[in-house]
């Protein structure tokens, strides 16, 4: 069945460490999202990807960064520099240019502070 | 700038009562305009969405939207709501930018 994967379901990042977490799709979208959830704030962007090798900053880019080196794959590292990431991430795709087609979600991935 | 407004953080009501979710946008000309739900700890998902045509649109689970230009507004609407309706709710904004904007969310609680 095609959908996307987020991996892992939990993790857990201690002071000053980077994370990585994985986002894959197989259902040949272009472009791929990340959006960050807050209670109460709803979901903000971080980063998104029209093509393979070029992705753009979102609302709330500081302390993130992505690569999109395959289609399929839209890995989002969280660095030490983001100072609050404690947070629930999801990862969407969708085809480019097809403003009117919906957001394809992956299930999240919650992120805490040990 | 385009933005998204959920009035209602927390709304509650009785199995089998009709419900309404309100959306107010804000963006120069007509926008593509959605409805997602999202269960605990899980993704989003679609439940309709509007970008032209007829203003009242039909989505799953048996969900309504009307686009009301005038009011700049974007409601979600039920007849009887089901316990299993219970879950958070997003309204979403595109102005043409392939990026969705989301409100803050309403969960809806259901009682019995």
């Known amino acids: 069945d095609g959908g996307i994967t987020q991996s892992p379901k939990y993790l857990f990042r201690k002071e000053g460490q980077n994370v990585t977490l994985s986002c894959e799709q197989n259902?040949?979208?272009?472009?791929m999202y990340w959006y960050r959830q807050d209670p109460g704030q709803g979901l903000r962007l971080i980063y998104y990807s029209q093509i393979v090798n070029d992705f753009q900053k979102g609302d709330i880019a500081e302390g993130y960064s992505v690569s999109r080196e395959k289609k399929e794959s839209f890995p989002l590292t969280v660095t030490s520099a983001q100072k609050n990431p404690t947070a629930f991430y999801l990862c969407?795709?969708?085809?480019?240019?097809?403003?009117?087609?919906?957001?394809?979600f992956g299930s999240g991935t919650q992120l805490s502070v040990l | 700038a385009q933005s998204v407004t959920q009035p209602d953080i927390h709304i509650t009501v009785s199995e089998g009562a009709s419900l309404e979710l309100r959306c107010n946008y804000s963006y120069g000309a007509t926008p593509y305009l959605f409805w997602y739900v999202q269960s605990p700890g899980q993704g989003l998902q679609l439940l309709l969405k509007?970008?032209?045509?007829?203003?009242l649109v039909q989505g799953i689970k048996g969900f309504e939207a009307e686009f009301k230009r005038s009011q700049s507004s974007f409601n979600l609407r039920k007849p009887s709501v089901h316990w299993s309706d219970a879950a958070e709710y997003f309204c979403?904004?595109?102005?043409?930018?392939?990026?969705?904007?989301f409100g803050t969310g309403t969960l809806l609680a259901v009682q019995p």
């Open positions: 969407a795709s969708t085809t480019w240019g097809q403003t009117n087609e919906k957001l394809f």
């Open positions: 979403a904004v595109d102005g043409a930018t392939n990026k969705l904007i």
């Open positions: 509007y970008f032209s045509g007829d203003t």
């Open positions: 259902l040949n979208h272009d472009a």
